[in-house]
């Protein structure tokens, strides 16, 4: 079979009409944010096709849960994982945690494909990078699931508390974001009682739900969406949530936007809708675009708690757990100093005139770079 060399391929493409900009190639992926590596999986007997993306191990082993998601493309799972993974760098390390980034995703319809099999084979190729990455739960990941896993790896953390794991994250997530919104609610109004406080929560799944429940028992009054219809209407029956819409959410006049769900819901069009003085929630890459956005709640006089600050219960739980270290007194702690924190980067924004999102990358590159040459 007669072959082409690159340069005789364009020319054909431009002599045709059809010359297109080259694609971005995996390298050219990862050398903005400098991710160490990026690993596919693929095992045609179970249908697993898998993204593993490794940001930084300069804390220790990069450490993040595993989701798995019908993407519309490799392309959208591949730019899911390099932004998660970057997140969970700096979740740890301002969190005081000696892990670093990671993440995985998984390509494909959850009901469809996920069985003990094809979480074994997946376990296998953890197992592979021989520690560099350790995997945990995330979104379409259940208990079951990392049990699975766990019988081809150790690499993974956030296992049932019945085999001597630390069980479920979300109440320590929820209670993270909840000591996030006191300290911006405290920053905004001076107080951080939310007794009488508008809540509105973007999605009421294990963070979002429990995360109502604290709010409720605070007096806060408390407005809900998701996706889930079910989910909607036990929230409003146990906790007497007021149920709104998907899009409907940013234009409750509430005090606190708290997003619970996927990530990119601060974006110019939601911006410009809400009128809340305050946000703070569990979603990771909360920001479309983390300069302009983070900029544009400055500007607009929002009081933002970085979401690599305030939900960092989840990665506390689950290092804690994978470093020997596990107990809830020991978590709760911790999560409790989330408060300090957030106060500490919330007026340091202030008085520096730049955005909170800022201020907390700072933080955490500078804990990275302080570590990274005592090791």
Known sequence: ????????????????????????????????????????????????????????????????????????????????????????????AISGLNVGGGKAVLIGDPKKLKNEAYLRRFGRFIDGLGGKYVTAGDVNMTLRDLEYISMETRHVTGLPETIGGSGSSGVIT?????????AAAKEAYGTDNLEGKKVAVQG????????????????????ASDVSEDKLQRISREF?????????????????????????????????????????????NQLADEQKHGAMLQKKGIIYAPDI?????????VAAEYLGQYSKEY???????IYDVCRDVLQQATRQQVSSYQIAMQMAEDRITDVSQLR
């Open 1 to 92: 079979m007669e072959t082409i060399s690159a340069d005789q391929s364009a020319t054909l493409q431009q002599e045709n009409g059809k010359s297109e900009p080259a694609k971005p190639s995996v390298f050219d992926r990862m050398q903005p944010y400098e991710h160490e590596q990026i690993v596919h999986c693929y095992d045609k007997t179970t249908g697993l096709k898998a993204i593993v993306a490794i940001h930084s191990t300069a804390l220790g082993p990069a450490m993040g849960g595993t989701r798995m998601w019908n993407y519309a493309s490799d392309e959208e799972a591949l730019t899911d994982a390099i932004r998660l993974a970057r997140g969970m760098t700096y979740k740890s």
């Open 331 to 337: 978590l709760f702690q911790k999560a409790e100093r």
């Open 204 to 223: 009421v799944g294990a963070v979002g739900r429990k995360l109502t429940e604290y709010l409720v028992k605070e007096k806060a009054v408390v407005f």
């Open 240 to 284: 007497g949530a007021h149920v709104v819409s998907m899009d409907g959410i940013y234009d409750i006049p509430a005090d606190i936007y708290s997003p619970c769900a996927l990530g990119a819901t601060l974006n110019d069009e939601t911006i410009a809708r809400l009128t809340c003085q305050v946000i703070a929630g569990g979603a990771n």
């Open 309 to 317: 600050l305030v939900n960092a219960g989840g990665i506390m739980a």
């Open 174 to 182: 929820a209670y993270g974001v909840y000591m996030g919104i006191k």
